[in-house]
């Protein structure tokens, strides 16, 4: 255990080793600064000239809404176009059919939100040109959609009285030519070095030691790993994901993902401080993130390495940990810190069966993420922070008696009714949906349905519902792991997990941009001795409280109903 633990603290440091330069170079790249890797300038020029894009003209907020939420509908059209067409279309040397309607447009939506909820296995569901024309393409256009919306609001704290907040597409574009495509490069060549498949030819096939003929699907999967990471998509090239030994082949490649879905989001944390020239505002916010992190952590490696309870009354020794669903080559612990950095991030990818996790770390799984701002996703992570930052400033000025002001700006009624409301849509659709779906398993079971609703659940009871749960909670929080023993591959959850996916990826992006938008419209107040400052361990706590009494207190009575019935079930 010691050597599992002394892996998992040095992925860590290593991860924090390359995301403070990685923030600071990302706030160089995105203030306009000189950095190493302008000789890229005539691609982005080239980029610019050819796409009609003039980057001198600045835009305002709802401009730059404007442009991404109009680039995300044709993406989401030709995605869905590709998906349902795509068993005539070239690179599919295992002759995979197209996608349902249903399936289609369940999966478009998924990879365009960058969640990458697979209701299909990835070896017969989809085929290589999808894979990489589709699920690719969007791996880095949705992660640099999240990173240019989050620099539009570092630009709006950063600049006084201003409705100028740059330019969209030079953002954009600047995200992954700078940022996603050189570093998914390099991790994209450890792979492949380590045993992950290039290749574009079918299956193989080989005898196994028993005698038995294994088809072995195979493909260029070493690059669409690097990015299914790095930009906190998920969405695994085999169904069992990174628990796959091609997706995922040995302790080396198991850390370079941990670290590569870790870095963006924490750099971006930094970034802010580098941007604004406000370096420990950055460290309280990442103070704040990191204690949410420690408290969902700690409790699930206690959890998987004690065992299961229920498996230790028949009689069986557990001297590693619950290995239920674990892979021997990474073990418990090492996959107990995946699964709560996956879902604390939007990542959503999976070394190990969530499934059959023990029902605690089912619980601090299903919190990272209905809280969903602890680090976060590619700039979708802060961007759910900071509206959580909003509700603190004000309630604290409400607690002394004064304005509630914010990096020199005055919060009024306008911008606390939409971080109101962006705060309590999370938890509102994913409890309504799982009203809906808990309805229907229990009402309407036997509807005379493709699939009857009586089926959907492998495992009735507490586990059940959690599985329920955890299906809206992923798509909420554009997450994309699951509890697999939920049957979801049917019309009934493409089209409800659809719409949550929807939901929770652009009204978290509207809203935010919303208010720094208005606030970058205000006058500039100058910091007095009343002023709240905003880099202080108090103010980090506050916005910590704020987090637990909206968004943890939120879902307790469901997850009353689920892992923690669970828990105490076993005991």
């Known amino acids: 255990m010691n050597t599992e633990l002394t892996g998992v603290i040095f992925t860590y440091l290593l991860t ?22 302008d000789f890229l300038a005539p691609l982005d020029r080239l980029i610019f000239r050819f796409s009609g894009i003039d980057t001198k003209r600045e835009m305002n907020w709802k401009q730059h809404l404007l442009a991404l939420l109009t680039i995300n509908s044709v993406w989401l059209i030709y995605a869905f176009v590709c998906l349902m067409a795509q068993g005539h279309l070239p690179l599919n040397p295992d002759a995979n059919p197209g996608q349902s309607p249903d399936t ?24 290589y040109f999808t894979q990489h024309f589709v699920f690719m393409f969007l791996h880095f256009v949705s992660a640099a ?15 006084k009285v201003t409705d100028k907040l740059g330019n969209f597409w030079e953002y954009f574009v600047k995200s992954i030519t700078r940022v996603l495509l050189p570093i998914s490069f390099v991790i994209a060549i450890i792979f492949a070095f380590n045993g992950m498949t290039t290749s574009y030819a079918g299956k193989d096939t080989f005898i196994s030691m028993q005698g038995d003929t294994v088809h072995v699907s195979r493909g260029p999967v070493a690059p669409l790993v690097a990015i299914k990471h790095l930009g906190t998509n998920g ?4 169904g069992a994901n990174s628990a796959h030994p091609i997706e995922n082949p040995n302790y080396l490649t198991n850390t370079v993902e941990l670290v590569a879905q870790l870095i963006i989001p924490i750099a971006l944390v930094f970034a802010l401080g580098f941007y604004l020239n406000k370096k420990k505002f950055a460290y309280v916010i990442f103070g704040v993130m990191t204690l949410g992190m420690l408290l969902l952590m700690i409790p699930t490696i206690n959890a998987e390495l004690n065992g299961n309870p229920a498996i230790a009354h028949m009689g069986i020794s557990q001297p590693t940990g619950a290995m239920e669903g674990k892979e021997v080559r990474f073990g418990p612990l090492n996959s107990a810190y995946w699964s709560v950095m996956t879902t604390i991030t939007s990542t959503g990818s999976v070394n190990s069966m969530h499934d059959s996790a023990m029902p605690v770390s089912g619980l601090s799984m299903l919190l990272g993420m209905m809280i969903n701002c602890f680090y976060g996703g590619c700039g979708v992570g802060f961007l759910n922070f900071y509206i959580f930052i909003i509700v603190a400033v004000f309630i604290s000025g409400l607690m002394v008696g004064r304005t509630p002001e914010f990096l020199g700006r005055k919060i009024e009624a306008r911008e606390m009714k939409i971080a109101s409301l962006i705060a309590l849509l999370h938890p509102f659709i994913i409890l309504v949906g ?6 229907f398993v229990v009402h309407v079971a036997g509807a005379d349905w493709a699939v009857k609703p009586s089926t959907w659940l492998n495992n009735p009871g507490n586990h059940g519902f959690s599985e329920m749960l955890y299906e809206y909670s992923s798509s909420a929080a554009n997450n994309g792991s699951g509890f697999e023993g939920l049957g979801d591959g049917n019309i009934f959850w493409n089209y409800t997990t659809g719409l949550v996916m929807i939901l929770g990826r652009f009204l978290p992006i509207i809203g935010p941009l919303a208010i720094a938008g208005l606030l970058a419209n205000k006058k500039n107040i100058p910091e007095s001795a009343g002023t709240l400052k905003s880099d202080t361990s108090t103010f980090g706590l506050m916005i910590f409280a704020v987090i637990v009494i909206i968004a943890a207190l939120s879902f307790f009575p469901a997850l009353a109903l689920g892992p923690i019935a669970e828990h105490f079930s076993l005991k």
């Open 235 to 238: 969405g695994g090239w085999f």
């Open 104 to 127: 289609a447009f369940n999966t478009a939506i998924s990879f365009l939100v960058n969640c990458n909820l697979q209701h299909y296995s990835g070896e017969s569901g989809a085929t």
């Open 434 to 439: 799982l009203a809906i779906s808990s309805y």
């Open 145 to 159: 959609t999240g990173i240019a919306a989050l620099v539009v609001v570092f630009k709006a704290m950063k600049d």
């Open 16 to 37: 924090l080793a390359i995301a403070i330069p990685l923030g600071r170079y990302m706030a160089k790249v995105f203030k306009g600064e000189k950095n190493w890797l």
